[in-house]
């Protein structure tokens, strides 16, 4: 069984996050389905065969939640999110789109030392989530 949808609480950086989210994912074909106006409190991002599968928002009120100032140890709750890629480029696409957009180098592109089939890169979302795309090698 896989997973149908997740959502991340953002607090009261809905829009950073929107933003960020709406710019990294856009080389994995993600787009805003719903949602997303800045007077919104949660969107839907996915793509066009997955429909909304990744979610922003929910917690909209909350003020607990802090951007991440790079050190480790203030992590607000981090969670690790992978998302599939269909090559080995996209996920060099979408790390260097990531940086580019904000995000904090967690693991370069590249084939993981814990498995030759795992090309992948990872990176700090700006509320210190990590963030992983995946393309498993034949």
């Not at 066009?48 to 100032?69: C, E, H, I, M, V």
């Not at 996209?90 to 370069?108: C, T």
Request: aromatic share 12%.
């Amino acid at each position: 069984m896989s997973i149908a949808h997740i959502s991340l609480p953002v607090g009261k950086h809905f829009i950073a996050m929107r933003d960020f989210y709406a710019a990294v994912l856009k080389p994995l074909g993600y787009e805003m389905i719903f949602g997303g106006g800045n007077t919104d409190a949660m969107c839907g991002m996915g793509t066009k065969a997955t429909g909304p599968n990744f979610f922003l928002g929910l917690g909209q009120n909350s003020g607990t939640l802090t951007r991440y100032d790079g050190k480790m140890e203030n992590r607000v709750a981090p969670i690790h999110l992978a998302f599939n890629a269909t090559s080995t480029e996209q996920v060099d696409e979408w790390y260097a789109n990531a940086m580019k957009f904000g995000a904090v180098d967690n693991g370069a592109p590249g084939i993981r030392t814990y498995s030759t089939s795992f090309y992948a890169a990872f990176v700090l979302d700006p509320l210190g989530n990590n963030i992983e795309v995946i393309y498993m090698l034949s």
